[in-house]
């Protein structure tokens, strides 16, 4: 699972949960198994960072994105994995 650290003040439980239901919907509901959230506490406000960083990605296949590669069916996998970077010079 995944690890919640509060910093600079205390949040109610209720609040640490949204602030992870808003993880998982921004980042997808499978998250890194060794994920570390670090809720900062900032007067009114409340900063988010993550440990490790995410890096977040969007595959582009024939019509649609999706975030994970894993969403996609195996033959568009298989066309993700055939596919060539080209190189930035």
Request: hydrophobic fraction near 35%; avoid cysteine.
């Amino acid at each position: 699972m995944f690890h919640v650290t509060v910093t600079g003040g205390s949040l109610p439980q209720e609040e640490i949960n949204s602030y992870i239901f808003y993880t998982k919907k921004k980042y997808g509901t499978v998250l890194p198994e060794h994920l570390e959230i670090i809720l900062e506490v900032d007067g009114e406000y409340v900063n988010i960072h993550y440990n490790p960083p995410f890096q977040f990605q969007a595959y582009r296949s024939t019509d649609y994105l999706v975030n994970d590669a894993g969403k996609l069916n195996p033959s568009k996998y298989a066309e993700l994995q055939d596919k060539t970077v080209n190189a930035v010079e």
